[in-house]
T-cell receptor
Framework: QQKVQQSPESLIVPEGGMASLNCTSSDRNVDYFWWYRQHSGKSPKMLMSIFSNGEKEEGRFTVHLNKASLHTSLHIRDSQPSDSALYLCAASSQGGRALIFGTGTTVSVSP | GPKVLQIPSHQIIDMGQMVTLNCDPVSNHLYFYWYKQILGQQMEFLVNFYNGKVMEKSKLFKDQFSVERPDGSYFTLKIQPTALEDSAVYFC????????????FGPGTRLTVL
């Protein structure tokens, strides 16, 4: 059973539109959530992290976290073609060392 | 930003041979990791290494796998012998500390076992 579930599996967004991605952990020991972006054939690059309840905004990207439900979401506003990539949600715990990744959401931004 | 380097970028070997994947982590980082990503599938944790020791490993980290970082040089993942199911992209990562510290990923080594 997947410990980190992401939805949707894929998403097509018009250029300038909003993309919303979801992620939930089934492991109650999780303390940290991470969003990584991976362009095709490249390494994952950390976009945003969130550790406490609420919202965090950086430029066009906003993340939300509800620790009670272990649910996080990533929102990309004013989507650009360069945002087309695989978005990976990962979770880790205070004492843990591994990032546990979800299966990812593939975002395609259509010009 | 901080960079993790990996050598080689591609490696093709015959099943049963030994392979060593090399990683040059961010210079002041203390924790090192290997992840495996089969094409089109999810990124999966293999192993974490700190202070010369394996601290945590997953079920994917088979007995044929080993890691080391002799005298602060490359952090290596050795597979001996290789199997067909070892074909994947292997990503090295490093972090300064644990907890809320970001793991920085290298560009990956694409391993093809024939």
């Amino acid at each position: 059973q997947q410990k980190v579930q992401q939805s949707p599996e894929s998403l097509i967004v018009p250029e300038g539109g909003m993309a919303s991605l979801n992620c939930t952990s089934s492991d109650r020991n999780v303390d940290y959530f991470w969003w990584y972006r991976q362009h095709s054939g490249k390494s994952p690059k950390m976009l945003m992290s969130i550790f406490s309840n609420g919202e965090k905004e950086e430029g066009r990207f906003t993340v939300h976290l509800n620790k009670a439900s272990l649910h996080t979401s990533l929102h990309i506003r004013d989507s650009q073609p360069s945002d087309s990539a695989l978005y990976l949600c990962a979770a880790s715990s205070q004492g843990g060392r591994a990032l546990i990744f979800g299966t990812g959401t593939t975002v395609s931004v259509s010009p | 930003g901080p960079k993790v380097l990996q050598i080689p970028s591609h490696q093709i070997i015959d099943m049963g041979q030994m392979v060593t994947l090399n990683c040059d982590p961010v210079s002041n980082h203390l924790y090192f990791y290997w992840y495996k990503q089969i094409l089109g599938q999810q990124m999966e944790f293999l192993v974490n290494f700190y202070n010369g020791k394996v601290m945590e490993k997953s079920k994917l980290f088979k007995d044929q796998f080993s890691v080391e970082r002799p005298d602060g040089s490359y952090f290596t993942l050795k597979i001996q012998p290789t199997a067909l199911e070892d074909s994947a992209v292997y990503f090295c990562a490093s972090s300064l500390l644990l907890g809320g510290y970001e793991q920085y990923f290298g560009p990956g080594t694409r391993l093809t076992v024939l």
